[in-house]
């Protein structure tokens, strides 16, 4: 048999096209497989992140409703309650407004003026703007924790926490050492040359920006002669730390 005749028995009397062969597709290369895989599961996944943002946003709206919900029951529980006990709604306002009371003289005593302040005019030739320490710890604070260090015998944490890097310390005799380097050179040199035999600060005798430490003690000479030690330090604060220093000796 012709390959014509073979040809021919294919193919209907009415030549229209055989459904079998019609709906067959040709078989995809293994590129075009794993490429048709590879959209798929990146469509899939897209979907499992749609459906996780869905969610999240129905656990909030659940939270917010709940909330909401809360809300209302606890003001609905007070409206009874106030609606069911008035003496005692009436004894809590009471109460309240005793603490108030109470808690602003405690304010108004704190912010009350001295005396002498009070009493002072108002000064043609004065600033307007008085001095301060600025933010941070007060001069009051700073005192407190200077002093209480010293008299701890630590003395050289109290420069650690409060002395800015770049101090001004400046002894009685003018001498001026500049900075925390200054600061450590100069008392280096004092404990290799003098023995503290006791020492006791006293204050702080605080100002706007400021404060003074009063210092006395006993101390011993490099040639062994002990006298007694009188001595003040004045502080400068700034933005809560130490920015000048300044020691002056008793001369009676």
Same mark, same amino acid.
């Given at each position: 048999m012709s390959k014509a005749k073979r040809k021919n028995d294919a193919t209907p009397a009415d030549g229209s096209t055989d459904p079998a062969v019609e709906s067959s597709a040709p078989a995809l290369s293994k590129k075009e497989r794993k490429a048709a895989e590879r959209a798929a599961e990146k469509?899939?996944?897209?979907?499992? $992140?749609?459906?996780?943002?869905v969610e999240r946003k129905a656990r909030k709206l659940a939270k917010r409703i709940a909330k909401e919900a809360a809300k209302q029951a606890a003001? $609905?529980?007070?409206?009874?309650?106030?609606?069911?006990?008035p003496d005692a709604s009436s004894n809590g306002e009471k109460h309240t407004k005793k603490e108030k009371r109470a808690k602003k003289t405690d304010r108004d005593a704190n912010d009350?003026?001295?005396p002498s302040e009070a009493s002072t005019p108002k000064?043609?030739?004065? /600033? $307007?703007? $008085?001095?301060?320490?600025g933010k941070g710890a007060t001069a009051q604070e700073i005192g407190a924790s200077l002093v209480a260090l010293c008299n701890g015998g630590r003395s050289d944490k109290a420069e650690q926490t409060w002395y800015h890097r770049r101090i001004e310390s400046i002894e009685e005799d003018g001498t001026v050492f500049e900075g925390w380097k200054g600061v450590l050179e100069k008392g280096k040199w004092w404990k290799e040359t003098f023995t503290v035999l006791s020492m006791r600060a006293s204050g702080p005798y605080v100002c706007a920006n400021g404060f003074t430490v009063v210092f006395t003690g006993r101390v011993r000479l490099p040639d062994g002669t002990e006298v007694d030690a009188h001595e003040c330090g004045v502080y400068t604060v700034e933005k809560g730390r130490i920015v000048r220093?300044?020691?002056?000796?008793? /001369?009676?």
């Amino acid at each position: 048999m012709s390959k014509a005749k073979r040809k021919n028995d294919a193919t209907p009397a009415d030549g229209s096209t055989d459904p079998a062969v019609e709906s067959s597709a040709p078989a995809l290369s293994k590129k075009e497989r794993k490429a048709a895989e590879r959209a798929a599961e990146k469509a899939a996944g897209k979907e499992a $992140k749609a459906a996780k943002v869905v969610e999240r946003k129905a656990r909030k709206l659940a939270k917010r409703i709940a909330k909401e919900a809360a809300k209302q029951a606890a003001e $609905k529980a007070a409206v009874t309650t106030a609606t069911a006990s008035p003496d005692a709604s009436s004894n809590g306002e009471k109460h309240t407004k005793k603490e108030k009371r109470a808690k602003k003289t405690d304010r108004d005593a704190n912010d009350a003026t001295p005396p002498s302040e009070a009493s002072t005019p108002k000064f043609k030739h004065a /600033r $307007k703007k $008085k001095l301060s320490s600025g933010k941070g710890a007060t001069a009051q604070e700073i005192g407190a924790s200077l002093v209480a260090l010293c008299n701890g015998g630590r003395s050289d944490k109290a420069e650690q926490t409060w002395y800015h890097r770049r101090i001004e310390s400046i002894e009685e005799d003018g001498t001026v050492f500049e900075g925390w380097k200054g600061v450590l050179e100069k008392g280096k040199w004092w404990k290799e040359t003098f023995t503290v035999l006791s020492m006791r600060a006293s204050g702080p005798y605080v100002c706007a920006n400021g404060f003074t430490v009063v210092f006395t003690g006993r101390v011993r000479l490099p040639d062994g002669t002990e006298v007694d030690a009188h001595e003040c330090g004045v502080y400068t604060v700034e933005k809560g730390r130490i920015v000048r220093e300044q020691f002056m000796q008793w /001369r009676g």
